[in-house]
T-cell receptor, first 115, second 115 residues
Framework: GAGVSQSPSNKVTEKGKDVELRCDPI?????LYWYRQSLGQGLEFLIY????????KSGLPSDRFSAERTGGSVSTLTIQRTQQEDSAVYLCASSPSLGGRNEQFFGPGTRLTVL | AQKVTQAQTEISVVEKEDVTLDCVYE???????LFWYKQPPSGELVFLIRRNSFDEQNEISGRYSWNFQKSTSSFNFTITASQVVDSAVYFCALSGRSNDYKLSFGAGTTVTVRA
């Protein structure tokens, strides 16, 4: 079956613009996670969804970041008024359900460059 | 708090040598899960292995083996008879109930296998 897909694969934007990153999880996976990978910070957790709800938003770096998930499937990560420090690879992962026994399957990521 | 430490930043070996990657973790959870992921140059994180905290049996899967020792909070990973295709960044990760099973990653170890 299809794995986790993300779009776009690359996004170059100007400072101050808004961007939307999309994640399509593996069909039937109820848990969805967003991570960010940057040179200085390594791999850091941003937010997760169980179904359509996001119980913990504390990993989001600032209030310019938001995420939603609809229909228990596709998720969108939105960054408003982008800054150069937002440049990173944004990774999405899904798992059959929330819980450590389930490995997370990662998508190919979206490389965001803010000029 | 959860913390994963990969002390080795880079390892370079010649093909057919064995490679052991060190991972030390900290957690307050009594039940937790440990993972190894591989990130080849293509960028996608690939799940390799998972180990539950209540199962210290060490196993071998093909050329991969792992050594989980709860007493020293270590979860080391070995690639036997390395091949050029093993060249990648390897991440050790930890999840547990106290942080809703989101993955806490180590900084990663870059493995270069030379022909």
């Amino acid at each position: 079956g299809a794995g986790v897909s993300q779009s776009p694969s690359n996004k170059v934007t100007e400072k101050g613009k808004d961007v939307e990153l999309r994640c399509d999880p593996i069909s039937g996976h109820t848990a969805l996670y967003w991570y960010r990978q940057s040179l200085g910070q390594g791999l850091e957790f941003l937010i997760y969804f169980q179904g359509n709800s996001a119980p913990d938003k504390s990993g989001l770096p600032s209030d310019r970041f938001s995420a939603e998930r609809t229909g228990g499937s596709v998720s969108t990560l939105t960054i408003q008024r982008t800054q150069q420090e937002d440049s990173a690879v944004y990774l999405c992962a899904s798992s059959p359900s929330l819980g450590g026994r389930n490995e997370q399957f990662f998508g190919p990521g979206t490389r965001l460059t803010v000029l | 708090a959860q913390k994963v430490t990969q002390a080795q930043t880079e390892i370079s070996v010649v093909e057919k040598e064995d490679v052991t990657l060190d991972c030390v973790y900290e957690t307050r959870d009594t039940t937790y899960y440990l993972f190894w992921y591989k990130q080849p140059p293509s960028g996608e994180l690939v799940f390799l292995i998972r180990r539950n905290s209540f199962d210290e049996q060490n196993e071998i899967s093909g050329r991969y083996s792992w050594n989980f020792q709860k007493s020293t909070s270590s979860f080391n990973f070995t690639i036997t008879a390395s091949q050029v295709v093993d060249s990648a960044v390897y991440f050790c990760a930890l999840s547990g109930r106290s942080n809703d099973y989101k993955l806490s990653f180590g900084a990663g170890t870059t493995v270069t296998v030379r022909a």
